[in-house]
């Protein structure tokens, strides 16, 4: 990051109404070395405007924005004592008001330092019109170095009863509430002032267009926007990239670059933060001599709207048989269902990244048998697909979207094509327009363009229901064959949930003979969508000129879910202070309480209280930590000043989490200003040892730990062991798409136990009752030419009716700071029983970790109890663990051995959110054929994983994960074990304190 951007993310995070997180580097570099920044920049500056430099660092408040008979804050007195206290004023403007505190004024200083500096920048580095960069340097100079920070709402009531967001005042902080400001000020892009009379109901766009600059800068496409209370926004004004917005409140700022004039967007992130420190803009505007006066918005002030992205009948987004360039908000789960005969499909659509989209469907075919009569029954016949599409460019003002697809890969192919497509968007309007190449183009009214390439593009195989070859990635097939033209339009209506869509479709069926689809009547498409809610759509249209079709869709943003923790123990009411003693058993059950962590012991060393916890598991790790600090600020005595978090597992010494006591508290009971905000409240870091209160170090040769005891040392608590523990639970299995029955599933009552030989041994079992399942129609085995390694899954799942899935004993260990490992034994999975080990090296907080896994096992029988089946294998793997960097991704590489004695390579890659939940793919290739292999080809699959705290109203760190394989078969197949490693350690995962639920709206 620039140093001007680094400023600008530090001005806009201070002028925000509910501050965020101030970005921690940032930050810090700002508050240690302000005068250095601030001396290199204005020397700099002072060379090229001296009498400009001069100005830079002054403080001014213009004597008219302060209100009349204003008093002096009294030391420590809360704004909202200082506000009642103040005569009351028919002018006064308590949106704008402003809480000034000098140690902002470094920083601030910096922000419009750097401004002028980028201003002053060569034409090479600055291609923004010369004379306009001028005048806004000039005109910055005058701006003073206000100091002020951001207060949530300035109401002295309001302030009362949220003390957390009630400054305290010190004796050198200013508040000044300006006068009620009658104009909205208008920064254009040649550098001009342009005061325009408030007028409600307009949005920014209106301003913007009634101030015509004097000199032509060309069209406005986006705005940023400082509002009076600070609440700085950028959104979208022109036709294309229209969003919907708030309205200016009188003296807000807007700076309007032309689209084109080379301004920026990182330096009007940087100019409009500066401007939210001015306050309203008033009176003081017309005082530059590049401002001017222009008169009040006239006209219909009708408000924009966001663009509304809808889906189409095969689940991506798109019009209705026909994809478009748009994508989903990144996170989101759509679930659809569409009925065009003879086609019912049920489409599951993913949004990993923001320009990838990611399909997989099931399709029925009316009037065709899945199989015989005595197998199938009635079930109609099926077909499995995946979709997926790449954007290759964002929209622009003079260019479109565009993306690239392809649909029923992976699968038998049946309804196969690629495709490219553009989309401009004019108001309420959507264009698309599209090439087709296989089904989507199967009207073939055009050549292929890539056969300029090579003659190969011309010709392409005909499609194909046939699934014993089904389930390669087809790469023979792409782009290949004749073509055609699709596209259509997208319209919003007045009536906002109503939108329509018209579209001409590039396939004429004719792959579809087979499925006696009726000989379409039109090229042309058109239906309506009726938006029920934010997240459930319903579709009516006629398609073909002959098909009437119904469509619903349900969307959920992943990425965005959280429940309110109201089945969480309530916690401690803050109070700033200090007790002078404690009951150190009742504090270990309320950190019980409040985690769901067992405490092992209680430590004071000195001022640290350091607490070991056992076995710790957490999706949101910082929350946890939350709520363990709260419990013992309540109770820990006044001499300590620093709380330590010791994590073990299974006896391994894994992280630890320190928490300064003054840092956490202080914000608790009021808003702090930039430069008083913590560079962070919690750290975290590798645990030199396992700790003691001796101080002795496990495993050996590891150094000491870094609090040593002294005279006050004391264990206050240590708990006694608990070596049975167990607990039930319910299970759910299902199977899709199979020929007994297109859903197959079990709900179960699972009850697990374990019993605690030692810190790091432990005897672990479970028991399953299948208490309701429809498995009377499960008969189906589907045939292999490898071992039946897990094609037996039917005869698993319905010899008996109580089974022991799991029972093993497990050794787990330490041999380094970053290095571990595990030993086990017994029946290891519902399918296989046998020994094995893992050894994984882990450092902490690094993006790496590699581990590896041997395993000796026997096939168990059906019933899962206690005999064993003929049938042995070795098998292991080595793992490379990464964490990319890149869009949170994670990619797991494996090469190994799997209980086929296939030998191959499995590649899985993910995406985190930082609320937990993963979005996945993964796929295995062995050195066994694709005939070998059956249909499918390989195994492949897509997934995804919820944090169950994310769904439900209490905290557990419990996960559940969905899964599409969509064949099960004996190649490319591992071992389910029950205790990884990886799993194991997470909590040294580099981004352990960053997952988070998200924050309110």
Aim: proline share 7%; with cysteine; hydrophobic share 40%.
């Amino acid at each position: 990051m620039s140093e001007l951007a680094a400023l600008a993310a530090s001005g806009l995070h201070a002028m925000t109404a509910r501050p965020p997180r101030i970005p921690h580097r940032s930050a810090t570099a700002l508050r240690l070395q302000p005068g250095l920044i601030n001396s290199a920049i204005l020397l700099m500056l002072g060379m090229a405007h001296p009498a400009a430099a001069v100005a830079s660092d002054k403080v001014s408040v213009p004597a008219t924005n302060v209100q009349a008979g204003a008093h002096l804050p009294v030391s420590a007195e809360r704004l909202s004592d200082w506000l009642q206290r103040q005569p009351p004023a028919d002018n006064a403007y308590l949106p704008g008001l402003s809480w000034r505190v000098p140690g902002e004024v470094p920083t601030q200083a910096a922000m419009k330092s750097a401004l002028r500096a980028h201003l002053a920048g060569s034409e090479w580095t600055f291609r923004a019109d010369v004379a306009a960069r001028q005048r806004l340097s000039e005109w910055i100079s005058r701006l003073p170095v206000t100091g002020r920070v951001p207060v949530a709402v300035a109401d002295a009531r309001w302030l009362e009863t949220h003390p957390a967001q009630n400054p305290v005042l010190a004796p050198d902080h200013r508040v000044v509430v300006p006068s009620r400001p009658a104009s909205v000020t208008v920064v254009t892009s040649d550098g001009y002032l342009c005061a325009v009379p408030h007028a409600p109901g307009y949005e920014a766009r209106a301003y913007v267009a009634a101030c015509k600059p004097p000199s032509s800068a060309g069209r406005v496409d986006r705005v940023w926007m400082a509002q009076p209370d600070g609440h700085v926004q950028s959104f979208g004004i022109a036709s294309w990239n229209a969003q919907a917005q708030g309205e200016p409140a009188p003296g807000a700022w807007i700076w309007a670059p032309a689209q084109g004039a080379a301004w920026s967007d990182e330096f009007s992130q940087s100019l409009i933060g500066f401007l939210a420190t001015q306050g309203p803009s008033g009176e003081d505007t017309t005082a530059s001599a590049h401002a001017r006066q222009v008169a009040a918005p006239t006209g219909p002030a009708t408000p924009l709207r966001d663009p509304v992205i809808t889906g189409n009948d095969w689940g991506g987004i798109g019009l209705l048989q026909t994809p478009t360039a748009r994508m989903a908000k990144t996170g989101e789960l759509s679930i659809s269902f569409s009925r065009a005969y003879p086609y019912s499909r049920t489409n599951v659509t993913l949004q990993p990244l923001d320009w990838m989209e990611l399909s997989y469907r099931y399709t029925s075919i009316s009037g065709t048998r899945y199989g015989p009569q005595s197998l199938s029954g009635d079930q109609s016949g099926k077909d499995k697909s995946v979709d997926l599409k790449v954007r290759l460019r964002k929209e622009s003002a003079l260019l479109p979207a565009i993306s690239v697809g392809a649909r029923d890969i992976g699968g038998t192919g049946l309804f196969s094509g690629e495709y490219l497509v553009a989309n401009k968007r004019a108001g309420n309007f959507d264009w698309s327009l599209g090439l087709g190449w296989g089904s989507l183009g199967s009207r073939g009214s055009l050549g292929n363009p890539l056969g300029l390439i090579s003659s190969k593009f011309n010709t392409r195989s005909a499609n194909s229901a046939d699934v014993a070859n089904a389930g390669g990635l087809g790469f023979n097939k792409f782009f290949r064959g004749r073509t055609s033209l699709f596209g259509g339009v997208q319209v919003q209506t007045a009536w906002d949930p109503l939108i329509l869509k018209m579209e001409y479709d590039g396939n004429d069926y004719r792959y579809d003979s087979p499925f006696t689809v009726a000989q379409p009547k039109s090229p042309f498409n058109f239906g309506a969508v009726y938006r029920y809610s934010p997240s459930v759509d319903l579709t009516f249209g006629v398609q073909r000129g002959n098909v009437a079709t119904l469509g619903v869709a349900f969307h959920l943003p992943l990425d965005r879910l959280s429940t309110p923790k109201i089945s969480d123990p309530v916690l401690p009411r803050f109070v700033a202070e200090r007790p002078a003693t404690a009951n150190w058993s009742t504090t270990a059950q309320d950190l019980s309480a409040q985690t769901g962590w067992r405490v092992s012991e209680i430590q004071k060393l000195g001022s640290v209280l350091q607490v070991e916890f056992e076995d710790a598991d957490a999706v949101y790790w910082r929350e946890m930590i939350e709520r363990a600090t709260a419990i013992l600020h309540r109770d820990a005595p006044a001499d300590v000043n620093e709380f330590r978090f010791i994590y073990m597992g299974r006896g391994m010494a894994l992280a630890n989490h320190t928490v300064n006591r003054e840092r956490w508290a202080k914000p608790k009971s009021q808003p702090l200003p930039l430069s008083e905000v913590p560079t962070q409240n919690y750290r975290q870091a590798q645990p030199a040892s396992t700790p003691t209160l001796a101080g002795t170090a496990t495993p050996a040769g590891t150094p000491a730990p870094a609090v040593k005891p002294t005279a006050n040392s004391a264990s206050v608590f240590r708990s006694s062991d608990l070596p049975l523990s167990g607990d039930i639970g319910f299970g759910l299995k299902q199977s899709l798409g199979g020929p007994d029955g297109f859903i197959l599933y079990q709900v179960s009552v699972e009850g697990r136990s374990e019993w605690r030989l030692s810190q790091h041994s432990w005897l672990s079992g479970s028991l399953n009752f299948r208490a309701l399942d429809n498995y009377n129609k499960f008969r189906f085995t589907a045939d292999s030419q490898l071992p039946r390694v897990r094609t037996f899954v039917r005869e698993y799942l319905t010899t008996s009716r109580v089974t022991m899935p799991n029972l093993q004993l497990t050794h787990a260990g330490q041999l380094s700071s970053n290095q571990y490992f595990s030993i086990y034994g017994g029946y290891l999975e519902s399918m296989y029983a046998g020994v094995g080990g893992e050894w994984l090296y882990r450092p902490f907080a690094g993006p790496v970790a590699l581990g590896v896994d041997i395993n000796s096992v026997r096939q168990r029988n059906f019933d899962q109890k206690l005999g064993l089946r003929d049938y042995r294998a070795l098998t292991g793997h080595a793992t490379a663990y990464i964490e990319t960097g890149w869009n949170d991704v994670i990619a797991k590489v494996s090469v190994g051995q799997y209980l086929a004695k296939d030998k191959g390579v499995t590649l899985d890659l993910s995406r985190r959110f930082s609320n937990g939940v993963v979005f996945g793919a993964f796929a295995t290739k062995t050195n066994v054929s694709a005939a070998q292999f059956g249909e499918g080809s390989f195994d492949k699959g897509i997934y995804f994983s919820i944090p169950l705290s994310a769904m439900f109203t209490r905290s557990t760190p419990d996960v559940g994960v969905f899964t599409w394989d969509p064949l099960v078969r004996d190649g490319g197949a591992k071992l389910n074990r029950a205790y990884p490693l990886y799993d194991m350690t997470k909590v040294r995962d580099p981004r352990a304190l960053a997952m988070e639920p998200p924050a309110g709206p």
